[in-house]
């Protein structure tokens, strides 16, 4: 078990520059998001339909394009392939400001989206190839937290900044953020190329220039022969499933319970800060690094509780308190980072740094596309048996598969655990 503080990467200049430059690249890719909605709902006076278009618009990079762009993060120098998504991410974002219709901004989005796309998995990579082995836990858990806690609070940040000045604002910091990004970046050290070439179950070596789609299929291979890592990408994918199965359900279960709008803004902080200290304390505390999916399991499990708990406020059979929902989400947050830590080390140490993009890619495909189908699947089972059944739905699937999980991988974790053991010994 790893004994190093969480901060421990961040001692080597190479990845505190990393480091640095995806935050600041995490806050501009969810700093809009709240700003684009108010951009078409309010500025244009569009409606749902529109609004549905840009929730698609921003869903179908990850999933459709994603896998494809990713082997370019296992083909072209990594460093220079974020600052290029950077770059145009800027100039993209300052398209938004002068956009002058709906299609043209979903055109934008679109490209944004898929350089987002592209950005992640080299970001992955450059952390296999820059941080030492006994501080990639850390280095990993130092990313989660920079990637889910913008997720949560820069749109919060944005919604801020629009109430004082306007969305064209929220762009235009935006496009400052990415520069700022790029600017950590170019600090790196020259990443060296990633290899074409790796084995193949030890039976025959890859051409070190392998077609596109041999690359792309190797990757996709990869995940299906690696037993944890398929299971770590199964587990986190059903659970994404599950979370925004209820998620876009939030506002009308605060109206069931007797929270006004206002409180909404409330929830939402108290889960940024609760992923903030969650991910603080598992990356922490690493006694769970020979078992990660176990960790991904039981966290799970009770997460699931906890929603199960907000399906009980939404029939009435918990009075409505501002203190105890805040609670709950708060809770829900901490509870949230005890799998989100663990997947992003899952990834990193059971991938070689040569394919990592690849996977990487083909991982926020599969839990793209669960977020992706799982909103409209909620909306209409609400319809059907109302809200609270939703959540008691989501609550009840996140309980049973955390349980399932915890049955099914145990030998599997322990088999690995004592096979590394026994490798370090000789």
Request: aromatic share 12%.
């Amino acid at each position: 078990m790893s004994k190093a503080s969480i901060f421990a990467p961040l001692k080597h200049r190479p990845y505190r520059m990393l480091f640095t430059g995806q935050l600041f690249s995490d806050l501009g890719a969810w700093l809009d998001l709240l700003a684009l909605g108010i951009l078409v709902a309010y500025t244009w006076g569009l409606g749902a339909f529109e609004l549905a278009a840009l929730t698609i618009t921003i869903g179908i990079p990850w999933v459709l394009i994603g896998p494809f762009a990713a082997v370019w993060a296992d083909r072209l120098p990594r460093k220079g392939l974020m600052i290029f998504c950077d770059l145009v991410r800027i100039f993209v974002v300052l398209g938004f400001v002068i956009a002058p219709n709906l299609y043209v901004l979903l055109v934008l989005v679109f490209l944004k989206e898929t350089f987002s796309a592209l950005f992640d998995p080299a970001r992955q990579g450059a952390i296999r190839t820059l941080v030492p082995e006994e501080v990639l836990l850390q280095a990993s858990s130092l990313s989660q937290l920079s990637l889910n806690a913008t997720k949560v609070l820069a749109p919060v940040l944005g919604g801020i900044i629009i109430a004082v000045y306007s969305p064209s604002f929220v762009f235009l910091l935006e496009a400052v953020l990415f520069l700022f990004s790029i600017f950590f970046i170019m600090r790196l050290p020259h990443l060296p190329k990633p290899s074409a070439d790796r084995k193949d179950g030890g039976e025959h070596d890859r051409q070190e220039k392998s077609a596109f789609w041999q690359q792309f299929k190797e990757g996709l291979r990869f995940i299906g022969e690696n037993r944890i890592l398929l299971t770590a990408i199964s587990l986190m994918a059903v659970r994404f499933f599950l979370i925004f199965l209820y998620d876009g359900l939030l506002v009308l279960w605060g109206k069931e319970v007797g929270m006004g709008e206002a409180y909404f803004g409330i929830f939402l902080g108290a889960v940024g800060l609760g992923t903030v200290i969650g991910t603080l304390l598992v990356g922490q505390w690493s006694f769970w690094s020979n078992r990660p999916i176990q960790m991904m399991a039981i966290t799970g499990a009770l997460s699931g509780f906890g929603i199960l708990t907000l399906a009980l406020g939404s029939f009435q059979l918990i009075p409505g308190n501002a203190i105890l929902w805040t609670s709950i989400f708060f809770l829900l947050g901490c509870i949230g980072a005890g799998a989100a830590v663990p997947y992003g080390y899952v990834l990193q140490k059971e991938t070689p740094s040569d394919i990592i993009g690849r996977v990487t890619g083909s991982a926020n495909a599969i839990s793209n596309f669960a977020m992706f189908v799982a909103p409209a699947l909620g909306a209409v089972v609400a319809e059907w048996i109302g809200t609270g059944g939703v959540f008691a739905i989501a609550g009840t699937g996140t309980v049973l598969t955390g349980m399932v999980a915890m049955i099914a991988v145990r030998g599997l974790e322990m088999t690995k655990g004592q096979a590394e053991s026994k490798a370090r010994s000789l």
